[in-house]
């Protein structure tokens, strides 16, 4: 639980994605490998995204470490978006609050019988909108 990992919605590394096929539709100039990643202070540790979500969620949620044996993984993993964000103008548009908001609010209306089709259209539009201001 103490593990840190590059936490973001999907939506974010899409957005860098779509913008880098535009501009490879154009002109080959942007060829290579690219990394479309939160920013640095969106790592955080599992237990912190697992307390957090808790916090989040209406009612009475928890969650509890299970004291098995488990395969060893990198303490810390991140991406360095920062070729993204010089040479695309690219940069997440969501910052982890956010994402994790956009989660709690999804599962609730999956929860609730909510028509999920319009529920995740509804996120992309508002993700598309802060997208298109600048983030």
Do not use: C
Request: charged share 20%; aromatic share 10%; hydrophobic share 45%.
């Amino acid at each position: 639980p103490e593990a840190v990992r590059p936490w973001q919605h999907v939506l974010n590394p899409l957005s860098g994605y779509l913008r880098l096929a535009q501009l490879l539709h154009a002109s080959a100039e942007h060829q290579g490998g690219w990394n479309f990643g939160p920013a640095l202070d969106d790592a955080r540790p599992v237990r912190w995204i697992a307390d957090r979500l808790t916090e989040l969620w209406p009612g009475e949620l928890r969650w509890e470490l299970d004291g098995g044996s488990h395969p060893h993984e990198a303490h810390f993993l991140a991406l360095d978006s920062t070729k993204a964000r010089e040479q695309l103008g690219w940069a997440p548009a969501w910052e982890l609050e956010q994402t994790l908001a956009a989660i709690v609010e999804w599962y609730l209306a999956l929860a609730e019988g909510e028509d999920m089709r319009a529920v995740t259209l509804g996120q992309i539009q508002r993700f598309a909108a802060l997208a298109a201001a600048g983030g």
